[in-house]
């Protein structure tokens, strides 16, 4: 392994999108190879690792992480605390520990029918605590997705484009393409970090570190040894 090459300034953010996956040892067996690892190597010095478990596992991942890794949510509710059943809030979150929260993910516009009305909620919800939420969009709609939210939270998110088509199909998205619409993006939100995310690997990894200010990985953050492999060839970049 080549030594890593450590400018501050260059720190990207790397958000391991577990999803619906993992049962609570696979959780276990996962944070106690990841530590271990990482206990050994200078990753974080290049890169801001952030896990985003399922909600049941996020107070199990809090006591498990070593200083320095962040805990995200993979959603939020778009209410405060109160009588919402079955819902989670960001003041519970943030209680928890996490500083991130994913929301509006594609599977959860596309399975739970969330809109663009509620993702602006949510983005308040998150303010409102001092989570930062990251925000998915996807390129056409980037204008629309991002009008629904309060013009004065945009400077408090991180934006994640998430190219329909590239996730969870192996098909990551032309670098140059990915350019383009963080362009777009930063237009639309300011000067605000901006992360891939579809089907990003070890392989392809780097082909954004130029345009991008991180990744926001699902398959590649299951297995640990994939993951790792990930965040060691940003490092080795
Ligand atoms: P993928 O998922 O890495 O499996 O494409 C990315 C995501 O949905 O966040």
Redesign the pocket.
């Known amino acids: 392994m080549h030594d890593i090459v450590y400018d501050d300034d260059m720190k990207k953010l790397l958000i391991a ?1 577990w ?1 619906s996956h993992k049962t609570q040892s696979e959780v276990t067996s996962w944070m106690d190879a990841f530590e271990e690892k990482y206990a050994k190597s200078l990753v974080s010095r290049v890169v801001d690792i952030v896990i985003a478990p399922s909600d049941v596992f996020l107070a199990k991942v809090a006591d498990d992480l070593t200083e320095g890794i962040g805990l995200a949510a993979q959603n939020v509710s778009p209410f405060p605390m109160g009588k919402y059943t079955g819902a989670t809030a960001a003041a519970q979150l943030a209680s928890m520990g996490v500083t991130y929260a994913i929301v509006g ?3 959860r516009r596309r399975y739970f029918g969330e809109d663009n009305m509620q993702v602006a909620n949510k983005v308040q919800q998150c303010v409102d605590v001092g989570i930062t939420p990251i925000v998915c969009v996807d390129d056409e709609y980037v204008v629309s997705q991002a009008g629904a939210i309060d013009p004065e939270l945009h400077s408090k998110c991180i934006v ?1 484009y ?1 190219a329909l088509s ?4 192996g098909n990551n998205m032309n670098a140059l393409h990915v350019e383009e619409v963080t362009k777009t993006i930063k237009d639309v939100f300011g000067s605000i970090p901006v992360l891939y ?4 690997t070890s392989s392809n990894v780097t082909e954004y570190t130029d345009t991008c200010d991180g990744w ?5 953050s299951l297995a640990v040894e994939d993951f790792w492999a990930l965040a060691t060839a940003i490092g080795n970049a």
């Open positions: 999108n999803k993910h594609s599977e994640a998430e590239a996730i969870g199909t995310g579809g089907s990003v926001l990985v699902g398959t590649a």
